[in-house]
């Protein structure tokens, strides 16, 4: 297993100030690289506390790149639908040269009504305008004189500036919260996946490993290879019912963020994404204690962490999880203490289930 | 007078890397911060040698504030008509916060033809876009659930996130570089400009600044105050003759690059554009002799650059300089030397004509 962080802001300007969340966002990412974590992850989201902080995960992960040395960097998700693909297919390239071939870009379709009315992208066309973003990103990474004559975008010949600095381009990874098809596409095209275990049952989740591992033996890749990432929020502390009950707080600020996201699927429909208008009904009536018995989120002593983990190892294997310390009602020293308690004392209880950070 | 620095690219894989460029760009607005310069500045442009490895300011300006304190962060410029206005509003915000305000944004109308074409945005139709997404970007920043009805965009209502570190937005300014009516614009807006002496006579950078004092004056704003950027590009050295000669190879590199770029011109025509199918013709033409003796570009001992400058002075009055010591063909070595030069025996030399740097 590795082990990152992960940056999904549920803040609004009531909350905290942005410039105290990038703040200290930072100072934990610089914390995360001197601890040895593998990576620091942000999210694309807009207008909302949840994720609105957060509308340009590049632009907070160059600003992270300056200040660490070997964390990766992981966009968690960009989302190639709301920014046109030689703009994002550039910035991303940029960022993998400031980093020096740090970079691993996650892509998701985005599912909030919201932000597609905003970019006056219909839900329908998501899948389509996903799929040929990302492939014409892929195509400027790697091709010179790239002629580009898609559904939604026609360019070209262009030779995209900067190249890559990692070859044939930048991992790429792709967010699959419900779909099964999404998981298996990603599998046969050989990209990495983001899974969502927070809101899926285990079952549903192994599914999607099932479904994915399936994609990448037909598209003729390892099965067992490919980056599994999977998001958790963590408080670990000494005193675990101390920790639960921070962890409590999280999770229902966060739940309430979402709900207050996506209440615009009360109105929207799409047959792109069937069952997300019951998706605010479902989150809200999510039972806490439920969710730590089901390992959804990670809080408790250093001990009871180290258990969890290596039930999630038992379940869906050695997949790379990304931490949430900071969404929302987490202090900074809060959010601090879980990442050193975790590095110090957590891993060290995984044993052989757990390789070290970043390792 | 204030100065800062610009990086303006010219360059390809086979000039430099890209990696190597971000790093010594990166150490050069580390040493500009610790020598007490006013600002970093860079461009936006796609493709070409001619800035193609500055696709994404804001990417560089976050890098640049993570490793910064003090230096102001300028985009010089950024395209609204290439990046949806709730993208570049939204991200320039990120980028308001993560510096705490230290942020200036320059935007512009672009002019080459392949960049338009790439991004299927029609030339014609550059001038009323820029001005609608500016608006946009603008209304987006100060108010709460806009709803924009524009030609182009229609959003809303929304509230952007995160909201602007500075208040009422970060300054803006306009890149205005041959047309007069652009910078009367500007100065009834209220907004600076960036202005480039280097393609313009003498005469008519002049003629630009009174149209905009002017426009400044005929909107209710201090005809003698605003932001007016101008950049150079600056070789010093204790050797006269090799200082000329290194800015001989940068201006040189530049001119190569730009030709290339708006080599489209030729076959392009657009009314929004008058003139700019002659651009290639114009600058080919360039001497360099002449060049410095209208101080086009800075280059000598640094008492000759410091006539220079005091002449600039004299013409254009008190402006905020951005010299450009890392373009193309200068080494580290020597793009640090002609910095620490500057400060250290450039600015004393202009005495009353120069306030410090940073002031």
Redesign the interface.
């Known amino acids: 297993m590795r082990f990152g962080i992960n940056f999904f802001p549920t803040l ?2 009531s909350d905290r ?3 105290q ?3 200290e966002s ?1 100072r934990l990412t610089e914390l995360a690289d001197e601890l040895g974590f593998d990576h620091v992850k942000t999210v694309e989201h ?4 949840y994720g ?5 995960p ?3 992960l ?6 660490t040395r070997r964390l990766r960097l992981v966009t968690g998700a960009a989302i190639p639908a ?3 693909p ?2 994002l297919a ?2 991303l ?3 993998d ?2 980093s ?1 071939g740090r970079l691993d870009v996650g892509f998701g379709r985005a599912f909030l009504p ?1 932000e597609f ?4 992208v219909p839900l329908d066309e998501s899948r389509d305008r996903f799929d040929e973003n990302v492939e014409a990103i892929r195509r400027l990474w790697t091709e010179q004189d790239l002629v580009w004559e898609g559904r939604f ?4 010949p ?6 890559p ?1 990692q070859r044939p381009h930048p991992p790429i990874l792709v967010a699959t919260a419900f779909t099964p098809e999404s998981g298996e596409r990603a599998g046969r095209n050989g990209y990495g996946v983001l899974l969502v275990p927070s809101i899926s049952s285990r079952e549903h989740v192994q599914e999607m490993l099932r479904v994915y591992r399936a994609g990448r033996a037909e598209g003729g890749h390892d099965p067992q290879g490919g980056q599994v990432h999977m998001s958790y929020t963590l408080s670990v502390a000494e005193d675990g019912d101390r920790a639960r009950e921070a962890g409590r707080r999280q999770i229902e600020h966060y739940t309430a963020s979402l709900v207050e996201a996506v209440e615009s699927w009360g109105r929207a429909r799409s047959s792109a994404y069937a069952g997300y208008e019951r998706l605010a009904e479902k989150v809200r009536k999510a039972d806490y204690r439920q969710q730590l018995a089901e390992n959804k989120v990670l809080a408790g002593t250093p001990e009871e962490v180290a258990a969890q983990l290596a039930e999630v190892r038992e379940w869906f294997g050695d997949v790379t999880v990304s931490l949430q310390v900071n969404s929302g009602t987490a202090t900074y020293r809060e959010a601090e203490q879980s990442l050193r308690l975790f590095a110090e004392h957590v891993l060290p209880r995984l044993g052989a289930a757990g390789s070290p950070v970043g390792s």
């Open positions: 609004g300007p100030s942005a410039a969340y990038y703040d930072l807009y207008f909302f506390r609105g902080y957060s509308p340009d590049v632009t907070f160059a600003a992270a790149a300056a200040r709301f920014t046109h030689v703009k550039a910035k390239a940029m960022l040269n400031i020096r919201d009315e905003a970019f006056q975008h026609r360019f070209g262009v030779t995209l500036l900067p190249r600095y």
